[in-house]
Each structure stands twice: as C-alpha cells, then as structure tokens.
T-cell receptor
Framework: AQKITQTQPGMFVQEKEAVTLDCTYD???????LFWYKQPSSGEMIFLIY??????QNATEGRYSLNFQKARKSANLVISASQLGDSAMYFCAMRPTSGTYKYIFGTGTRLKVLA | DVKVTQSSRYLVKRTGEKVFLECVQDMDHENMFWYRQDPGLGLRLIYF???????EKGDIPEGYSVSREKKERFSLILESASTNQTSMYLCASSLLGGASPSPLHFGNGTRLTVT
C-alpha cells in the first residue's frame, strides 16, 4: 500500500534558523514524484517543491530544498533562514508516475517560527 | 500562473439540503480533483476527473457526486447534506503528466458548515 508518514505533528524554529520537516513514504512503484505543499492559516495549499524518483540531484527552490534519500524512502523538506511567514502547515505528498492519478498526502506538520 | 477558483470561501447549509461546490481552472488542465480536509486526517480524495464527463471515485465518495461538463469546471455535489460533511473542501487541478507527475494546483478552499 502507498503511504506517506509525517511523524512531527508540530515544530518550532527560531527566526533565521534552518529547519527540517520529515517525510517518509512507502510505495512499490519504481517511478514516482514527491511534492511538498505549504498551507497558511488562510487555507490555500501552495506548491513548494518537487522531486522525481529518478532525479540524481536533490531539488531546490529558493530557501526550500528537498533531502531525498531513496534507499531510506525519505524526502525531508529543509527550509533555510526561516521567516515568520513560514509559519504554516506543511504537507508531503506522492504520486506514482503511471497507473493512477491519485496523490497520497501525509497528515502534515505544523511549523511555528518564533521571533 | 495557474488559477483555480472555488466559488465560495464559506458556506453554511442545513441538513438535507443539496449543496453545489463549484471549481474552475484556467490552465487547460486535464485532471481535476476534490479533496476534503479534516484535522488529524489530512487530505482525503473524494473524486477526481481526468477528462470531460469522466470521473473516478476516490477514497471517500459516499454521499458525494461530481459533474464535469466542461474541461475547466468540476463541481462537487452533496446530494443531501449531513453534519458529518462539515469540512474544508479543496479543489485542485493538474496536467495529465508524462514522464513525471505534475504538481497539484489548489483553490483557496471552501469551508462548509452543515447545521
């Protein structure tokens, strides 16, 4: 069965510091994509970053990077230089490349950035 | 930028009413999705559509139906609203995808309360 696990329900980080949000996944598909989304208190889900299972390098988008360890089936999100506006829920998601249109989501991690 | 628009931000309905949630996307995406989001449960897929008039059940389709008469519009219908359908409803769209899964693009969400 395909599954995404986010073990940290809540985290705190000091402003300007880096933080890692954990995500592990389970799939038997050889090809898949991994995504991270941010959901501020306003409710909209914002796409942050994507990692393909065959990508050789870890994905980066500005202050966001994805620490992808395929053998361990983990895809942790690293936010560098945290800002107050980073306070939000963060969701990890996965979708196999073929066979289904379904995206599997984790239950999320609530991040609070402290001034 | 992709824009996914949900017709209502907040909605209050009575038990037994028929409820329509509308979603429109402007980027010619083939796939459209309806999720509901509840605290501690993450996002759960209700229905998705990969083409006009085509639909597939997600994980929790009971009590819901959908309609996709035009490519840009995907409607979620609660045939007879019940209090356990009080939730945040999120619409999303994505490209069909090729070698890599495409990210979901979400609307702002509709917070539905059934009294």
């Amino acid at each position: 069965a395909q599954k995404i696990t986010q073990t940290q329900p809540g985290m705190f980080v000091q402003e300007k510091e880096a933080v890692t949000l954990d995500c592990t996944y389970d799939t038997s598909d050889p090809s898949y994509g991994l995504f991270w989304y941010k959901q501020p208190s306003s409710g909209e889900m914002i796409f942050l970053i994507y990692q393909g299972s065959y990508d050789q390098q870890n994905a980066t988008e500005g202050r966001y990077s994805l620490n992808f360890q395929k053998a361990r089936k983990s895809a942790n999100l690293v936010i560098s230089a945290s800002q107050l506006g980073d306070s939000a829920m963060y969701f990890c998601a996965m979708r196999p490349t073929s066979g289904t249109y379904k995206y599997i989501f984790g239950t999320g991690t609530r991040l609070k950035v402290l001034a | 930028d992709v824009k996914v628009t949900q017709s209502s931000r907040y909605l209050v309905k009575r038990t037994g009413e028929k409820v329509f949630l509308e979603c429109v996307q402007d980027m010619d995406h083939e796939n459209m999705f309806w999720y509901r989001q509840d605290p501690g449960l993450g996002l759960r897929l209700i229905y998705f559509s990969y083409d006009v008039k085509m639909k597939e059940k997600g994980d929790i389709p009971e009590g819901y139906s959908v309609s996709r008469e035009k490519k840009e519009r995907f409607s979620l219908i609660l045939e007879s609203a019940s209090t356990n359908q009080t939730s945040m409803y999120l619409c999303a769209s994505s490209l069909l995808g090729g070698a890599s899964p495409s990210p979901l693009h979400f609307g702002n969400g509709t917070r539905l309360t059934v009294t």
